[in-house]
């Protein structure tokens, strides 16, 4: 019987933590002012058709509620590459959804210019065309790059 009781408690131990272990991750969220700050700060600019911030308008590029780890993401490309960055979308509405979506706070859009494009080419894996065609390349740290022919769009896991 005590055999038993130690089975059913180990197996009870096994499940918890399973379930604990696969639970994703939690997810730092910061405010337009704190990623301006932060992006400034590593000489990384922006812009928008709009010349605005406002998450819930498509014209602008906002940065409110993006990832820590996006942030993060984009300035250790800037001081990896040593190339200029101007990000032209963040988390504003008009963007794909899903999971790992601009509006959930995953991905950026960037500009093309020659010091990136040959960045990414010749530091990252080309896996292929995405779904929809575009080509892309994988980063060692596992992060998505797809060239969406006017610019880079960037997803950081």
Not at 16 to 38: I, N, R
Not at 90 to 105: D, K, M, P, Q, R
Request: glycine share 10%; aromatic share 8%.
């Amino acid at each position: 019987m005590k055999a038993v009781l130690v089975a059913a408690a180990v197996a009870g131990a096994l499940i918890t933590g399973a379930g604990a272990a696969s639970a994703a991750p939690a997810v730092t969220k910061l405010t337009q002012a704190q990623a301006a700050s932060e992006l400034r700060a590593a000489g990384i600019t922006w812009s928008s058709s709009g010349n605005c911030t406002t998450r819930s308008d498509p014209h602008c590029t906002s940065f409110d509620q993006i990832n820590a780890s996006t942030v993060d993401g984009v300035i250790t490309l800037r001081h990896a590459s040593g190339c200029a960055i101007n990000i032209t979308g963040g988390t504003e509405v008009g963007h794909a959804s899903g999971t790992y979506s601009h509006y959930n706070g995953y991905k950026v859009d960037i500009s093309h210019n020659t010091c990136i494009d040959n960045y990414v080419h010749n530091s990252f894996s080309y896996i292929g065309l995405r779904g929809d065609g575009y080509p892309q390349w994988r980063s060692a740290a596992g992060n998505l790059y797809c060239d969406e022919g006017n610019h880079w769009d960037i997803t950081y896991f």
